[in-house]
């Protein structure tokens, strides 16, 4: 899920009971709403969500559910090509996210 901030996330958030997880983070700007405003400047990531208890496996698979269901997911593992290849390098960048989380711990 992508959510906006007025400010940089950290790559790794705890509020409350959860952890988010951020990555791919980009700066924007929105235009002004009129012609008296400044253009507002925005900082856009990928969010994904879990308790911050989870373990491993629940990290990797909460951050691969941002980009593709598990329908989709099948179906890009059963059709290889190029599109297995992406999945794979998503696969392989979730581990490494959640293995940076737990070794924070």
């Known amino acids: 899920m992508q959510v906006s901030s007025n400010e ?3 790559d790794f958030q705890v ?3 959860k952890l988010r997880v ?3 983070h980009q700066e924007v700007t929105i235009p002004a709403m009129d012609d008296d405003s400044e253009p507002n400047t925005q900082w856009q990531c990928e969010e994904a969500v ?3 208890t989870a ?3 629940d990290i990797i698979e909460a951050i691969i559910a941002t980009k593709y269901s598990l329908t989709e997911e099948i179906a890009t593992i059963n059709n290889g090509g190029t599109e297995y290849d992406e999945y794979q390098s998503f696969r392989q960048f979730a581990k490494n996210k959640a293995d940076e989380w737990l070794a924070k711990e």
């Open 8 to 10: 940089k996330l950290e």
């Open 15 to 17: 509020i409350g009971d």
């Open 22 to 24: 951020h990555w791919d």
């Open 50 to 52: 879990v308790k911050k």
């Open 55 to 57: 373990s491993r496996s």
